[in-house]
């Protein structure tokens, strides 16, 4: 029995690889590489194999005895996918279409998805709870629901089972072994911040200083990443259990504005760090805080890094040591 998963290369993937490889479970990855780094990912093997190509992934889940699949691999940025929707239908919807043929194939029926905040769009209320409206305001997050919505149908029809987790915004860097976030280009706000500390960047630009929030700059919801990952660990235990179609939120329930973001930055580094203000950058809602009761009740989840300097100084024990990220 083991877990494959798909984008185990990029970001969260890689991290949830090293989580559920701590807890003794055997896992495969796949990943085109287009995003992912090779090196992001350790001592479990590695297919340089497309979702898409339902031969070769059916192949992987009857060699490694699949039960579950944990899939990330996805395109994931806000302003590309409003640039180029029919990329993120294709890369997005389309692919987990032929994912989801090769696992009902081959009988593997339970999958946890990496799903976003994206999908609520402007929120009726804060903090976020699952059963609010999910109005997308960008093809990314239309894609990622889309994609939900495929799972109740294929419940129906086969019996999948899964699980979609709304992240809302990741950070941080596994505390002992080297991977971190490496993105490129880099459109999250606590790498270019750590950028700019480090002197790759000559400033932070602040995007809108005119939002309905007491310092006037988009609050978000920072949640690290190896309580991601350890929400995924719990996601595959449940389904292995039992399960339906459920989507749970993971945030760490506390907003940090722009501004706060920058001067925790600024504490944890010692070094100054420049912030521009630029014009607000479109899409972007003015406050997005999770509730995560859902998951702390029916998954069992306790995020154990819930407080912001906690996870930039893991971000920034990261850059520091790979300031270049992988290439280092
Ligand atoms: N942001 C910013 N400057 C940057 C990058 C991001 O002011 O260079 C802001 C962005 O407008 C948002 C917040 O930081 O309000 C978090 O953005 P990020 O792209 O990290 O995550 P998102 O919330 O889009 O998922």
New binding site residues.
Partial sequence: MSVLVTGGAGYIGSHTVAELVAHGEDVVVIDNLRQGHRAAVRDVPLYEVDIRDTEQVGRILRDHKVDTVVHFAANSL?GESVEKPLQYYENNVAATAKLLSAMVDNGVLNIVFSSTAAVYGEPVRTPIHEEDPTVPTNPYGETKLAIERMFRWCHQAYGLKSISLRYF?AAGAHPTLPIGEDHNPE????P?VLQAALGQRPH?????NDYPTPDG??I?DYVHVMDLASAHRLSVNRLRTGGGVEAFNLGSGTGFS?QQVIDVAREVTGRDILAVHSPR?PG?PAV?VASSDKAKQVLGWKPQYDDLSTIVASAWAWHQSHPNGYED
């Fill in positions: 806000v915004n459109t999250h706000l606590i270019i932070v630009s602040i995007f809108g700059t988009c978000r722009v950058r972007d997005l």
